[in-house]
């Protein structure tokens, strides 16, 4: 029975352990190229054991960003930026994941902590602005984001779907191996497939099949690039927790097609398409692990799910029970670069120290003198090593 350090086989890509490092926007890029910065954060995730590691969402066009400040991959000019994030990802021992999306609606935004709250837009004249885009002209939310949304033609839907694939192809160039595509919180894919952002009349709105026909076409056109050896994979809105919305059911129906158009993992979190919702349970414990068991036993393909999985226990559950193959763990991958050696310890892991680049891990394995003093938690009944190794220091 694989546990949360059972390595991982999708396609040709095997992770060394079930741990990866969720998107998170972290609003440092310069003309949406990465730097030192990412080279360092997202490197040291990379050294502190998790098997795959994702920068934040990655535009696939300037307005496709969440604010002037978040990362792209539009221009062949941003490809060494991400290149050289690869590079030290794999040397590190991991797999460089890269999520590709679109803001749509919920783009032009002003950097949270400048507004005080998420969600607060410019307007498209503003310097650091742009004009919007959606299905439909349908702004998101209560107050925050006020402005006209630009409702997509269909020439335009195509030019999107063909930003995915362009941008797919510069991913594969820069050394990702595994491409998610960005399905959920609002973001342009997720609005096209609720209820409560799409008013369309035509083939993309309406019926269920018609709202999930930007989201396969999107698929469509990265699945005709992107290598077969390596996993597509995708993070869908699977509710909306609202009547007007998406439905939990019918994302079960949606990932069933999108498997038949070459989809190889899901990972499954909100819609995110209003403010008002009833009843969210993603502030629970381990939030949406048993709707990836429900989809993962009626669609037969490999799951993932974030939220709340930050104790090692229960992210070992999700993996032992089956409900899961691959945890995200955003914030608690933020708080503890070496969160996977800290859990590894926790649940009784023979050779914690492993995880870790072998250069440091043998220091670490060889620390002599009083044993909390290394800068981890004593485990009851661990075993210290001698003291006064050749070497120590």
């Given at each position: 029975m694989p546990d949360l350090f059972s390595p991982f086989t999708l396609k040709d890509v095997t992770l060394r352990n079930r741990?990866?490092?969720?998107?998170?926007?972290?609003?440092?890029?310069?003309?949406?190229?990465?730097?030192?910065y990412h080279l360092m954060y997202?490197?040291?995730?990379?050294?502190?054991?998790?098997?795959?590691?994702?920068?934040?969402?990655?535009?696939?066009?300037?307005?496709?960003?969440?604010?002037?400040?978040?990362?792209?991959?539009?221009?062949?000019?941003?490809?060494?930026?991400?290149?050289?994030?690869?590079?030290?990802?794999?040397d590190m021992g991991s797999v460089a994941g890269i999520q590709l999306g679109h803001t749509g609606r919920n783009g032009s935004e002003v950097k949270p902590w400048v507004a005080?709250?998420?969600?607060?837009?410019l307007p498209p004249d503003h310097p650091e602005g742009w004009q919007v885009v959606g299905p439909s002209d349908v702004p998101y939310g209560f107050g925050k984001r006020p402005h006209p949304v630009h409702p997509l033609t269909v020439e335009e839907i195509k030019a999107v779907h063909r930003q995915y694939a362009e941008a797919a192809v510069r991913a594969l160039e820069a050394g990702y191996e595994?491409?998610?595509?960005?399905?959920?919180?609002g973001y342009l894919a997720a609005s096209f497939y609720s209820p409560m952002a799409n008013k369309r009349t035509d083939a993309y709105g309406g019926s269920l099949e018609n709202r999930a026909r930007f989201l396969i076409e999107a698929l469509d056109a990265v699945r005709e690039v992107w290598p077969e050896h390596l996993p597509l994979t995708m993070r869908l809105g699977s509710d909306d927790f609202h009547p007007d919305g998406v439905q939990f059911e019918d994302s079960i129906t949606v990932i069933g097609w999108l498997k038949e158009h070459g989809l190889d993992l899901a990972d499954i979190s909100m819609g995110g398409n209003s403010d008002d919702m009833r009843d969210p349970f993603f502030g629970d414990v381990s939030a949406w692990v048993d709707r990836a068991r429900q989809v993962k036993e009626q669609v037969?393909?490999?799951?993932?799910?974030?939220?709340?999985?930050?104790?090692?226990?229960?992210?070992?559950?999700?993996?032992?029970?089956?409900?899961?193959?691959?945890?995200?763990?955003?914030?608690?991958?933020?708080?503890?670069?070496?969160?996977?050696?800290?859990?590894?310890?926790?649940?009784?892991?023979?050779?914690?120290?492993d995880l870790v680049p072998e250069d440091w891990g043998w220091w670490l394995k060889n620390f002599r003198g009083h044993a909390p003093s290394i800068g981890w938690p004593e485990i009851p009944g661990e075993e210290a090593p001698p003291a006064g190794l050749p070497g120590a220091a």
């Open positions: 741990i990866a490092m969720s998107p998170m926007t972290m609003y440092r890029s310069v003309d949406g190229r990465m730097d030192d997202l490197g040291a995730r990379a050294a502190g054991g998790f098997g795959l590691v994702f920068p934040e969402q990655v535009a696939i066009a300037p307005e496709g960003r969440t604010t002037v400040h978040c990362a792209g991959i539009y221009d062949d000019d941003q490809i060494e930026g991400h290149a050289r994030v690869t590079a030290m990802i794999k005080g709250d998420l969600g607060h837009q595994w491409l998610e595509m960005h399905f959920a919180h037969d393909i490999p799951m993932a799910t974030s939220w709340n999985l930050g104790v090692p226990q229960n992210a070992d559950a999700a993996v032992r029970d089956g409900a899961v193959d691959v945890v995200l763990l955003g914030r608690p991958a933020l708080a503890n670069a070496h969160w996977p050696v800290w859990a590894a310890r926790e649940l009784g892991h023979k050779e914690p120290f």
